[in-house]
């Protein structure tokens, strides 16, 4: 599968953005779908994912601000961040896995490119 994410941009803190990933092929809905970020200097972290039964998971500094969802009849996952922070500043990679593992934010196997999320004080 490939992944082509898109919709960053610049925005001031406390405001929105919303990001897509579509993915090619015709198997989207197998596949279990992830975003993560990375800030200059720093590790890329785990942000959030969505798993092919619609079940969501966080992580602890995006919850209740980030909502991911997917279509699967378009092949797409978003990522809709709301009350951003400057320290939600990085490059946000989307990736897709397709196996099924109980742990959250970890194997996957296909990464798209990143788009540049950068938000000002």
């Known amino acids: 599968v490939q992944l082509q994410a898109s919709g960053g941009g610049l925005v001031q803190a406390g405001g929105s953005l919303r990001l897509s990933c579509a993915a090619s092929?015709?198997?989207?809905?197998?596949?279990?779908m992830g975003w993560f970020r990375q800030a200059p200097g720093k590790e890329r972290e785990f942000v959030g994912s969505v798993r092919t039964s619609g079940s969501t998971y966080y992580s602890d500094s995006v919850k209740g601000r980030f909502t991911i969802s997917r279509d699967n009849a378009k092949n797409t996952v978003y990522l809709q961040m709301n009350s951003l922070k400057p320290e939600d500043t990085a490059v946000y990679y989307c990736?897709?896995?397709?196996?099924?593992?109980?742990?959250?934010?970890?194997?996957?196997?296909?990464w798209g490119q990143g788009t540049l999320v950068t938000v000002s004080s």
């Open positions: 990736a897709a896995r397709d196996y099924y593992t109980p742990t959250i934010g970890e194997g996957y196997n296909y």
């Open positions: 092929g015709r198997t989207f809905s197998r596949y279990a």
